[in-house]
């Protein structure tokens, strides 16, 4: 299976050159989020669960920010978005 991430939050700006912020990556059949946030964190030697437990990065998944805590244990299908954002902050 695939999937296909982007990642934006500025947290990332270190891990991850200008031209390289979206991707795909190959996962296997049954993955969950957490698997996927885990392929990630190795990928770029980072904890990105950390960042997400943290509330530093929001994850857009499904059309809606995900709660890490809640669903990271949803099964993903073949060619979902995984989007990675730094959180609005406003008033």
Do not use: H
Not at 11 to 32: A, L, N, Y
């Amino acid at each position: 299976m695939k999937a296909k991430v982007s990642l934006l939050a500025l947290q990332f700006k270190d891990f991850v050159p200008p031209d390289g912020k979206t991707f795909e990556i190959d996962v296997p059949c049954g993955s969950r989020v957490c698997d996927v946030v885990n392929l990630l964190s190795e990928r770029l030697s980072t904890n990105i669960g950390e960042f997400l437990m943290s509330k530093k990065v929001v994850l857009l998944f499904r059309n809606r920010a995900l709660q890490y805590e809640k669903d990271a244990d949803l099964e993903i299908t073949d060619g979902e978005n995984f989007i990675f954002i730094t959180p609005l902050i406003g008033g």
